[in-house]
């Protein structure tokens, strides 16, 4: 294994509305010796289990926004952080991190913590990588809720938007995650921004960031494409549970064009829930999104919160 670097803990320290108790796993199966960061809040015991996933170049704070709607009915909400982001791990060959690195780290969580009845919240890479788990975790997922996210299938050609961010991330390795949330987040405070940039100290800690664009599926033999493409047919077909989805229309690289592709691709989706104002880290209105859930559970989906 490369080399490793742990963000030092005095980096989280007073994070603006993120009370949230770190929890720690240094002993999942087939990742021995990283640690992966979670937040756990919530019964355990709960019927329902929200199972947060965040893309690039963010972390489980994107979520604190939605977290206490969640948990205020009494849900279990667990956000983990992919490695390289967040409060874990950050292996630093950027050749570590693959589809299958990052997928594989998912399930091993999921069972880790025995999760049950999961209602998958996701954004981003927590799309790319968490629409793919339902078809091989059949018992264990019952809801989707998608925001600004597609499937890597490698047989639909990358939007525009999406190469100019490629392209971007190449010319800036040392990006500022805070700055990048600030251009679409205007809202956003300082304090807030740099919470965002809190598990990033220096260049060296920022691989994973790097190094989600270049392994998005863009072609049919691409890794993770081939699975991608089963999970849509799967979801296409068989997918048995409810769904809601939410849409960032101001967002340039998977926006109104590529969700309503998506939903496409999901069984009974219904008409998604617009947001005119959010764009690509559509969570930052999270609270609107969170409520919008509740406010449509008589519209053929039965999420609650």
Not at 216 to 241: F, I, M, T, Y
């Amino acid at each position: 294994m490369t080399k490793v670097l742990r963000t030092p803990e005095e980096r989280f320290v007073n994070l603006p509305d993120f009370p949230y108790d770190p929890v720690y796993i240094d002993d999942l199966k087939g990742f021995e010796g990283l640690r992966l960061h979670y937040v756990d809040e919530g019964p355990k015991n709960a019927d329902h289990t929200f199972l947060c996933l965040h893309g690039e170049p963010t972390w489980g704070y994107l979520y604190r926004k939605m977290i206490p709607i969640f948990t205020d009915v009494e849900n279990r909400v667990v956000a983990p952080d992919f490695f390289g982001f967040g409060r874990s791990d950050k292996p630093m060959e950027e050749e570590v991190y693959t589809f299958d690195f990052h997928r594989n780290m998912l399930i091993s969580f999921i069972e880790h913590l025995e999760l049950k009845n999961i209602t998958l919240v996701c954004q981003d890479w927590g799309g790319i990588l968490g629409l793919t788990l339902p078809m091989d975790m059949k018992d264990i997922f019952s809801r989707l809720l998608i925001m600004n996210t597609t499937l890597g299938t490698g047989d639909v050609q990358l939007s525009k938007g999406f190469l100019e961010w490629r392209a971007w991330v190449r010319k800036n390795p040392d990006m500022s995650a805070g700055r990048l949330l600030k251009l679409t987040c205007p809202h956003l405070s300082e304090a807030e921004c740099a919470a965002y940039d809190a598990p990033f100290p220096d260049i060296h800690y920022k691989a994973g960031v790097r190094r989600f664009p270049e392994i998005v599926p863009d072609r049919q033999n691409a890794p993770g494409a081939e699975l991608s493409r089963r999970a849509r047919e799967w979801l296409r077909s068989k997918w048995e549970g409810s769904a809601f989805m939410a849409i960032g229309m101001k967002d340039p690289v998977l926006g109104p064009p590529v969700m309503q592709t998506l939903r496409n691709d999901i069984r009974n989706c219904p008409e998604p829930y617009e947001h005119s104002d959010a764009g690509h880290f559509v969570q930052e209105w999270g609270e609107e999104i969170a409520s919008a859930v509740g406010g449509r559970t008589t519209v053929n989906i039965d999420i609650q919160i």
